[in-house]
């Protein structure tokens, strides 16, 4: 799997999705280690329905894993 932006390579991650209804929930992604782009199931379904559905949701990585 290559960064769509940068071509860098993504490993997989566990995100947290903050939901207001129902709390969080947790999902794995990719994130790229070279710009930290954030490739994730809700992101794809979010672009192929249209870029005036995407809530504002903020996401927050669960590993403490350090980015440089
Ligand atoms: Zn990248």
Request: charged share 30%.
């Amino acid at each position: 799997m290559q960064c769509p932006r940068c071509k860098g390579l993504m490993v997989d991650d566990w995100f947290q999705d903050i939901r207001d209804d129902t709390g969080s929930i947790n999902f794995k992604g990719l994130r790229c280690l070279i710009c930290g782009e954030v490739v994730d199931p809700v992101i794809l379904h979010n672009r192929q329905v249209g870029p005036e559905g995407i809530p504002g949701r903020r996401k927050r990585r669960l590993s403490p894993a350090g980015v440089s």
